[in-house]
T-cell receptor, first 113, second 113 residues
Framework: DSGVTQTPKHLITATGQRVTLRCSPRSGDLSVYWYQQSLDQGLQFLIQYYNGEERAKGNILERFSAQQFPDLHSELNLSSLELGDSALYFC????????????FGSGTRLTVV | DAKTTQPNSMESNEEEPVHLPCNHSTISGTDYIHWYRQLPSQGPEYVIHGLTSNVNNRMASLAIAEDRKSSTLILHRATLRDAAVYYCILRQAHSGSARQLTFGSGTQLTVLP
C-alpha cells in the first residue's frame, strides 16, 4: 500500500457517459497529480492541484476536469467518453509544489465500450 | 525540461547485477536525476534520486558521471520482481512553480530465471 488510494480500481462504461475517478493522497501531501496511461502513449500528465488550487495543466482534454477538495482528496471527471479514453488513470501525490518523491496510487482502469 | 535517453529494453539474469544507463547531455546545474519504475499493472514507484554524488538506498544505487551528462541505475542482485519499466527523469529543484514528472518511454527490464 503506497498510501495513495484510488477508487474505483476498475470501471466499465459506455461511450457518451460521464465518470468520476477519486484519489486520496498520502497523509501530509498537498499536491495531487493525475496521469493517463494508454497502450500507445505511455504516461501522460494531465493536471496538478496544490492545496485546492490548480497549478499545472498538461494534455488534458476539455471534456476532462478535476478538482481538489478541502480535505485534499481529488476527483477527475471524464465526460462524453470515447473509446479512445480507455486507459489507466493514475493519481500521484507529493509534499508540495517543488517537493520530490512522488507516490503513485495503483490506478483506475477505465474501459469505454 | 531537459531530455533523457534510455535503451528501449535490457535483459538480465536473476541474481546478477544490472546496470541501466541514462543519457542526459542537456542537464542543467539544478536538475536532479530521478529514477522510477513501473511493475506490470501497477503505478510508478520511486526508486532513487541524486544531484551530483553517487547515491545508495535499499533498492538500488545511482552512479552519476562527473560531467552529469549520464547516469546509471544499479540493481545489485536482480530478482524476478525487478522486471519492470525503469524511467530516468530530470526534475528541477526549487523551480518555484509546479513541476510534474515527465515520463519518457523508459527501459523495459526483463529478468531471466
Amino acid at each position: 500500500d503506497s498510501g495513495v488510494t484510488q477508487t474505483p480500481k476498475h470501471l466499465i462504461t459506455a461511450t457518451g457517459q460521464r465518470v468520476t475517478l477519486r484519489c486520496s493522497p498520502r497523509s501530509g501531501d498537498l499536491s495531487v497529480y493525475w496521469y493517463q496511461q494508454s497502450l500507445d502513449q505511455g504516461l501522460q500528465f494531465l493536471i496538478q492541484y496544490y492545496n485546492g488550487e490548480e497549478r499545472a495543466k498538461g494534455n488534458i482534454l476539455e471534456r476532462f476536469s478535476a478538482q481538489q477538495f478541502p480535505d485534499l482528496h481529488s476527483e477527475l471527471n471524464l465526460s462524453s467518453l470515447e473509446l479512445g479514453d480507455s486507459a489507466l488513470y493514475f493519481c500521484a501525490s507529493s509534499v508540495g509544489i517543488t517537493g520530490y518523491g512522488y507516490t503513485f496510487g495503483s490506478g483506475t482502469r477505465l474501459t469505454v465500450v | 525540461d531537459a531530455k533523457t535517453t534510455q535503451p528501449n529494453s535490457m535483459e538480465s539474469n536473476e541474481e546478477e547485477p544490472v546496470h541501466l544507463p541514462c543519457n542526459h547531455s542537456t542537464i542543467s546545474g539544478t536538475d536532479y536525476i530521478h529514477w522510477y519504475r513501473q511493475l506490470p499493472s501497477q503505478g510508478p514507484e520511486y526508486v532513487i534520486h541524486g544531484l551530483t554524488s553517487n547515491v545508495n538506498n535499499r533498492m538500488a544505487s545511482l552512479a552519476i558521471a562527473e560531467d552529469r551528462k549520464s547516469s546509471t541505475l544499479i540493481l545489485h542482485r536482480a530478482t524476478l520482481r525487478d522486471a519492470a519499466v525503469y524511467y530516468c527523469i530530470l526534475r528541477q529543484a526549487h523551480s518555484g512553480s509546479a513541476r510534474q514528472l515527465t515520463f519518457g518511454s523508459g527501459t523495459q527490464l526483463t529478468v531471466l530465471p
